[in-house]
């Protein structure tokens, strides 16, 4: 009996430790009104990154679905969507693709971490902003049924791909504000358990019709591969990872998955 409640004990304060981890994932990556009052957790923040982007994916599935209501035309009605993306994340992964894609622009290697941590906007940032924003745009506006469900499993399946390179490549700061990600993730197989639970929800759309087998199998190997590749593309370039190129893996990952759903 007293071992029975030691280890009801050790799960409620399990559970409670996860909770203010799962909170300050929250506050975190997104800008939705959490009160740092409240007792929050950052260290392994990044083993919730793929829940949030499902809480991101719920949110515009709803928003979406109220502009549909009010009979708003679905290209203006994705736009709006996007927006909202970038205003629930408050553009934190946006920028880490923009300084990013500045970084990758200059020729000499070793000026590359130099100009990523510069907080001016170059040309290669604002254009792949852009680019970024009309890819998601204008394949959400493509897609005709289950908006929700690839707005989840798009948000879902990018933040995967960042939790696979904090846990697989290494880190090129001393300090920044992905280091402290690196520091508390340090084995690839703290990827697995989401890994599991991406499948799960990838898998939604079989629960409506057996018909979207296919749809579902093309989501989860697309999904997967696509965030893997795209933290292993950016590794291959600058050996290594930072928290600029955590947000692009997730930018990129979130923006050609989108383009593959419109597929069929």
Same mark, same amino acid.
């Given at each position: @009996?007293?071992r029975?409640y030691?280890?009801l004990? @050790?799960c409620?304060?399990?559970?409670g !430790?996860q909770a203010? #981890?799962f909170?300050?994932? %929250?506050a975190?990556?997104t800008c939705?009104p +959490?009160?740092? #009052?409240?007792p929050l957790?950052? =260290?392994? %923040?990044a083993?919730?990154?793929p829940?949030i982007g499902w809480?991101?994916?719920?949110i515009l599935g709803?928003?979406d679905f109220?502009?549909?209501?009010?009979d708003?035309?679905i290209?203006?009605?994705s736009?709006? %969507?996007?927006?909202?993306w !970038?205003?629930?994340t408050g553009?934190?992964?946006?920028d880490? *693709? /923009?300084d $990013?894609a500045?970084g990758l622009?200059?020729?000499?290697?070793?000026?590359r971490?130099? !100009? /990523? *941590?510069?907080s001016?906007?170059g040309?290669?940032?604002a254009m792949?902003?852009?680019?970024?924003?009309?890819?998601k #745009?204008?394949s959400?506006?493509s897609?005709?049924?289950?908006?929700?469900?690839?707005?989840?499993? $798009?948000?879902g399946?990018g933040?995967w791909g960042?939790?696979? *390179?904090?846990?697989?490549?290494p880190?090129? &700061?001393?300090e920044?504000k992905?280091?402290?990600?690196k520091?508390? +993730?340090? =084995?690839q197989?703290?990827?697995?358990? /989401?890994?599991?639970l @991406?499948?799960?929800?990838?898998?939604?759309p079989l629960w409506?019709?057996?018909?979207?087998r296919?749809t579902?199998?093309? $989501?989860?190997l697309s999904?997967s591969t696509?965030a !893997?590749? $795209?933290?292993?593309?950016?590794n291959? &370039?600058?050996?290594g990872?930072?928290?600029?190129?955590?947000g692009?893996?997730v930018?990129?990952t979130? =923006?050609?998955l989108?383009?593959?759903?419109t597929?069929?």
């Amino acid at each position: @009996m007293t071992r029975l409640y030691s280890l009801l004990q @050790m799960c409620i304060a399990f559970g409670g !430790v996860q909770a203010k #981890t799962f909170l300050g994932a %929250i506050a975190f990556y997104t800008c939705l009104p +959490i009160s740092y #009052t409240w007792p929050l957790e950052f =260290s392994g %923040i990044a083993r919730w990154a793929p829940a949030i982007g499902w809480v991101i994916g719920i949110i515009l599935g709803t928003l979406d679905f109220v502009l549909l209501r009010l009979d708003i035309p679905i290209f203006p009605r994705s736009a709006l %969507i996007v927006a909202s993306w !970038v205003a629930i994340t408050g553009g934190l992964h946006l920028d880490g *693709a /923009m300084d $990013t894609a500045d970084g990758l622009a200059v020729l000499d290697p070793e000026r590359r971490l130099d !100009v /990523m *941590a510069d907080s001016r906007t170059g040309a290669f940032g604002a254009m792949t902003a852009v680019i970024i924003l009309l890819l998601k #745009t204008a394949s959400l506006a493509s897609l005709g049924s289950h908006r929700w469900w690839g707005l989840i499993v $798009t948000a879902g399946w990018g933040r995967w791909g960042q939790l696979v *390179a904090i846990a697989r490549y290494p880190y090129l &700061k001393a300090e920044g504000k992905g280091a402290f990600h690196k520091a508390a +993730i340090r =084995s690839q197989w703290e990827s697995f358990p /989401m890994l599991i639970l @991406m499948i799960g929800v990838s898998s939604i759309p079989l629960w409506l019709s057996w018909e979207n087998r296919y749809t579902v199998l093309i $989501t989860i190997l697309s999904g997967s591969t696509i965030a !893997v590749l $795209t933290g292993a593309w950016f590794n291959h &370039k600058l050996g290594g990872h930072t928290g600029d190129t955590y947000g692009a893996v997730v930018e990129w990952t979130e =923006s050609l998955l989108l383009c593959l759903l419109t597929v069929g």
